[in-house]
C-alpha cells in the first residue's frame, strides 16, 4: 500500500542491518577467541611459557614447578576468569532485557553490596583468617540476602512485579548497604580496611579447581535456564504486556530469569569479587553488532564475557610487573571509555 | 483464519483498581460479534484500555464473567489465547531487532522452547509483512522507521499470528490521515477476510465509517451500542463528551462528528 517513500531511499546504507555471519559461525569464531585468550592467559606472566613447554605442563611433562604454576595457578585462573565472565555478561544481559533498561548491570538488585557487606564482615570479624571458604561463603550469603530483601520490599510495594518499584529497592537497599560497610570500616583497623578494599577492587588471584567446579556447577544449569527463556525475553525486552499477548506468563517468567541472573551475579561475586562493567559493556557490544535477539545475544555474550574478562585479568597479572592491579581497575579503565562511546552513538542503532 | 465462535460474552463485569474509590469498569454486558469490526469509543478514562485488558484476561475481573469462544477467559493459557487473537498495544520499548525479527515473534506462540522456525512460520511472516507494507524494510531497525511504518510493523506482527480475531487499542493515534486511512483499509478487508476485529479509537468519525457496530462508553458504562446511526447521534456524543457537537451524514451515510466552537455551557 506504500511505495517506496523517499525516507527509505535516503537513509545511509549503514541503519540496513546485514548481521553477515550466521549464529553458528559468530559462535565459533567467539569460541576461537575465546580460546586464544585462555591459552594467552596460561602461557604469559612472570615466567612466560612457549608452546611446547605450554604443552609439556598441561600433560605433566616438564619441570616440576612449571607444572604446578600451570597447573595450580593459571589454568584454574584463566577459567575462573572465563567463567565468571561468562556469568556476568549473561547476567547483565538479562537485566536489561527484563528492565528494558540499557543501563541495568549483575549487580543491580543490590548483589554487590549485599557481597560486599559479607566480605567485609568476615574481614574485621577475623573469621577469614579461619578458613579460605569463611569469606566466598559470607559474600554470597550476603549477595542473596540482599536480592531477597529487595524482592520482599517490591513484592510488599504491589502485587505484581513491578521492574521499576525493583530497581529503586535495589538501589535504596545497596546504598543502606554501603553506608553500613563504611560504618563498620571506620572502626575496622588498618589492615582490615586495606584487605578489604582490595577485595571490592575484584581480583581472581584466589582461583582454585574448587572455585571452578563450584562456578561451574552454577553457571551451566543457570545458562541453560536463561537460555531456554531467550524467546519470552525478546517479548519482555518489547514490552510486559506485549510479552503477555504473543504468550508469556510474565510473572513467573520474570521472577525466574531475575532470580538466575542474579544467582550468577553473586556466584561470581563471591569467587573474584565486585568486577565492573563486564556485565554493562559485553552485552551492548554484542547487542550493537547483531541486535537484541537473546536466542543469538546470550550465548555470544556468555563467550564474549569470558574472552574479555580473561584478557583483562592476563593484562592485570601481566602490566605492572611484579604487582598485580586489581582487575575492576583493568574492567573500568577499558569499560568507561566503551561505555562513553556507547552513550555517543547515534540513538538510532 | 476464520473461526466463527472466537467472539466475547462479557455478563454484568465489574472492575475496581486496587483501593480505587469507585469501579472502573461499572455492570457492563456486551457481545462481540464474529466477522464484525467492533469499535469502542469514549472520552478519555472512560474503561475503554481497561476493558480492553479484561477482555484479555491480563486484568481479573471484580466480579461478572467473560467469556471468549465459550470459555471463561481465565481458563485460556496465554499460548491458547494468542493462538486465537492477535494484538496491537499502545507503548512498547524498541530494542535492537530489525522488522523481520519482530514480525516473527508473532510465530512465537506456535512454537516450542527450542523449536525453529518452520516453513509454515516463514510463509506467515513474509505474507503478514507484505500485507503491511513493511517487507521492503524487512531488514532495517525499528528506530530507523517512522512512527507509521512502526505501527505497521506492529500489526503484521499480530497478522503473522493468524489470528481469527485481532485486537487494536488506539492503532492509528499519532498517523497522519495518509496512514490512518491505510490502517482502517486494512481492518477492512480483513474482516472481510472473516478475521474478527476490535479496536480502541477515538477517531469517531473513522470509526462510524468502518466498524459494523460501535460501543460506547462512558464512566465505566456501556451507554450506547449498535449501528453508528444508532450511537453517534447529537445528543449522546455532546452529553458523553461534555462538549457541543454537531452529526451530519456523509455521502456513504455515516455519521460524522464536528465539534462545535464553544458557546458558554455545554447541554
Not at chain 1, 521492574?163 to 575496622?188: E, K, N, P, Q, Y
Not at chain 2, 462481540?32 to 474503561?47: Q, S, V, W
Request: charge should be positive; proline fraction near 4%.
Amino acid at each position: 500500500m506504500e511505495s517506496t517513500s523517499a525516507g527509505a531511499i535516503a537513509l545511509p546504507a549503514r541503519t540496513r542491518v546485514h548481521y553477515g555471519m550466521p549464529v553458528s559461525m559468530r559462535l565459533l569464531a567467539l569460541a576461537v577467541i575465546l580460546a586464544l585468550a585462555l591459552v594467552a592467559a596460561i602461557r604469559l606472566g612472570a615466567v612466560s611459557l612457549s608452546t611446547t613447554a605450554l604443552l609439556d605442563a598441561v600433560t605433566g611433562r616438564g619441570d616440576a614447578s612449571t607444572v604446578a604454576i600451570v597447573r595450580q595457578l593459571r589454568m584454574p585462573r584463566a577459567l575462573q576468569a572465563a567463567l565468571v565472565g561468562a556469568a556476568l555478561a549473561v547476567s547483565g544481559a538479562t537485566f536489561q532485557a527484563l528492565l528494558r533498561n540499557a543501563l541495568a548491570e549483575p549487580y543491580i538488585l543490590g548483589v554487590s553490596s549485599g557481597a560486599a557487606f559479607g566480605a567485609v564482615a568476615t574481614v574485621v570479624t577475623g573469621w577469614s583468617m579461619r578458613s579460605v571458604w569463611a569469606l566466598p561463603a559470607a559474600a554470597f550469603a550476603g549477595a542473596i540476602g540482599s536480592m531477597l530483601l529487595v524482592f520482599r520490599i517490591a513484592f510488599s510495594v504491589g502485587r505484581a512485579l513491578d521492574a521499576r518499584v525493583l530497581l529503586l529497592a535495589g538501589v535504596v537497599v545497596s546504598s543502606f548497604l554501603v553506608a553500613l560497610i563504611w560504618l563498620v570500616l571506620t572502626f575496622a583497623d588498618t589492615e582490615s580496611v586495606r584487605s578489604a578494599i582490595f577485595w571490592m577492587m575484584g581480583s581472581h588471584a584466589g582461583a582454585s579447581w574448587r572455585s571452578v567446579s563450584i562456578l561451574a556447577t552454577c553457571l551451566v544449569p543457570s545458562l541453560a535456564v536463561l537460555f531456554a527463556l531467550a524467546r519470552p525475553l525478546n517479548l519482555l525486552a518489547v514490552g510486559e504486556s506485549t510479552a503477555a499477548y504473543l504468550g508469556t506468563n510474565v510473572e513467573r517468567t520474570k521472577l525466574i530469569a531475575f532470580a538466575v541472573a542474579t544467582l550468577l551475579a553473586a556466584v561470581s561475586v563471591a569467587v573474584s569479587g565486585t568486577i565492573g562493567f563486564v556485565g554493562l559493556v559485553v552485552p551492548h557490544a554484542m547487542r550493537l553488532l547483531w541486535g537484541s535477539d537473546n536466542r543469538a545475544l546470550l550465548p555470544c555474550a556468555a563467550l564474549a564475557g569470558g574472552a574479555f574478562l580473561v584478557g583483562a585479568d592476563t593484562l592485570s597479572r601481566t602490566l605492572a610487573g611484579a604487582n598485580e592491579l586489581p582487575i575492576g581497575v583493568v574492567t573500568a579503565l577499558i569499560g568507561v571509555p566503551c561505555f562513553v562511546w556507547l552513550l555517543r552513538r547515534p540513538a538510532a542503532l | 483464519m476464520s473461526s466463527s465462535n472466537m467472539s466475547w460474552s462479557l455478563t454484568d463485569v465489574r472492575f475496581r483498581h486496587p483501593g480505587a474509590a469507585r469501579d472502573a469498569i461499572n455492570n457492563v454486558t456486551l457481545a462481540t460479534h464474529a466477522g464484525c469490526i467492533t469499535a469502542l469509543l469514549g472520552p478519555n478514562g472512560a474503561g475503554k484500555s481497561t476493558l480492553l485488558q479484561l477482555m484479555l484476561g491480563v486484568l481479573p475481573v471484580s466480579s461478572g464473567d467473560i467469556r471468549f469462544g465459550n470459555r471463561p477467559i481465565a481458563a485460556w493459557t496465554r499460548t491458547a489465547l494468542a493462538r486465537e487473537v492477535g494484538v496491537v498495544p499502545q507503548g512498547e520499548a524498541e530494542p535492537l531487532f530489525t522488522v523481520r525479527e519482530m514480525v516473527a515473534m508473532g510465530r512465537y506462540p506456535f512454537l516450542g522452547r527450542w523449536q525453529r522456525e518452520r516453513e509454515s512460520d516463514a510463509t506467515a511472516i513474509a505474507a503478514a509483512m507484505r500485507r503491511c507494507s513493511v517487507d521492503e524494510f524487512a531488514d532495517r531497525r525499528l528506530a530507523t522507521l517512522s512512527g507509521g511504518e512502526r505501527q505497521r510493523v506492529r500489526l503484521a506482527r499480530a497478522l503473522a499470528q493468524e489470528p481469527s480475531v485481532l485486537v487494536l487499542d488506539e492503532p492509528t493515534t499519532s498517523l497522519d490521515i495518509r496512514h490512518e486511512m491505510i490502517a482502517f483499509e486494512l481492518l477492512r478487508s480483513l474482516r472481510d477476510d472473516g478475521v474478527t476485529v476490535v479496536l480502541v479509537t477515538h477517531n469517531l468519525n473513522l470509526a462510524a465509517r468502518y466498524a459494523d457496530d460501535l460501543v460506547l462508553l462512558h464512566r465505566g458504562e456501556v451507554v450506547a451500542r449498535g449501528q453508528p446511526t444508532s450511537v453517534i447521534t447529537t445528543e449522546t456524543i455532546s452529553r458523553v463528551y461534555d462538549w457541543p457537537v454537531a452529526v451530519e451524514l456523509n455521502a456513504d451515510g455515516a455519521p460524522q462528528v464536528v465539534p462545535q466552537a464553544f458557546v458558554g455551557a455545554s447541554t
